[in-house]
C-alpha cells in the first residue's frame, strides 16, 4: 500500500495551496483517509479528515472555514484545499488512511494504518 502525496510548496500569506493524495494497493473508498501536519520542533497534529464513502468530513479548529477535504473515488485519491494561509501553517504535510473501516484518522499513534511520504508548505509572510 502506497500514499503518495504532493501538492506542497512556498506561497505567500493569503494565498492558496491544492494538496493531493494518491493511494494504491488497495480500495479505500470504505476507509476514513485525512491529512496531518508537522511544524519543525512539534508533535504531528490532525489537520482534517474524510471518510470516503459517505463524505462526511471532520476538521481541526485552527483550519475550519480555510481548509477544504475532498475525495474522488475513481481516483483512490484525497486532496486537501487551503486557502487563506498564514505562516502558523507552515509544516509538513501528511496523508493518511485510518487502520479501520468507516473510522477517521484522527491520532497519529492510535488510529493511523497507513502514511504519504510528506509534502512541505511553507507560508511566507
Known amino acids: 500500500v502506497q500514499l503518495q502525496a504532493s501538492g506542497g510548496g512556498l506561497v505567500q500569506a493569503g494565498g492558496s495551496l491544492r494538496l493531493s493524495c494518491a493511494a494504491s494497493?488497495?480500495?479505500?473508498?470504505?476507509?476514513?483517509m485525512g491529512w496531518f501536519r508537522q511544524a519543525p520542533g512539534k508533535e504531528r497534529e490532525f489537520v482534517a479528515a474524510?471518510?470516503?464513502?459517505?463524505?462526511?468530513?471532520l476538521y481541526a479548529d485552527s483550519v475550519k472555514g480555510r481548509f477544504t477535504i475532498s475525495r474522488d473515488n475513481a481516483k483512490n485519491s484525497v486532496y486537501l484545499q487551503m486557502n487563506s494561509l498564514n505562516p502558523g501553517d507552515t509544516a509538513v504535510y501528511y496523508c493518511a488512511s485510518a487502520k479501520r473501516p468507516y473510522n477517521f484518522p484522527t491520532d497519529p499513534k492510535l488510529n493511523v494504518e497507513y502514511w504519504g511520504q510528506g509534502t512541505l508548505v511553507t507560508v511566507s509572510s
Open positions: 494497493g488497495r480500495t479505500f473508498s470504505s476507509y476514513g
Open positions: 474524510i471518510i470516503l464513502s459517505s463524505s462526511t468530513t
